[in-house]
């Protein structure tokens, strides 16, 4: 099964999303994170009243966790559960 053509589309089109969205979110979060540590200013510079940058982007970084999760889920349901399907499908028929 896992040297089959079908199987081998499926594993390209995951790593296709996954390895860009995990590096995606590896810079932006690992960039706050040294962003607060050593440019404390910046991150304590006001927006609106007592909203900061440092505020500001803390709270990005769950919309940015909520917006992947759903972009995946969106990807995962268009793309990779239809395939997955057929896949199993023709596990199944050949093991008749």
Not at 18 to 42: K, S
């Amino acid at each position: 099964m896992q040297q089959s053509p079908e199987f081998r589309d499926l594993r390209r089109r995951l790593k296709w999303f996954i390895f860009p969205a995990t590096a995606f979110f590896l810079i932006w979060y690992l960039g706050y994170v040294a962003i607060a540590a050593y440019a404390r200013d910046f991150m304590a510079q006001p927006l609106i009243g007592e909203i900061n940058v440092g505020l500001v982007m803390g709270v990005g970084q769950f919309v940015t966790t909520l917006g992947l999760t759903a972009l995946y889920v969106r990807f995962a349901r268009r793309r990779v559960d239809p395939e997955v399907d057929r896949i199993r499908q023709d596990a199944g028929e050949s093991d008749q």
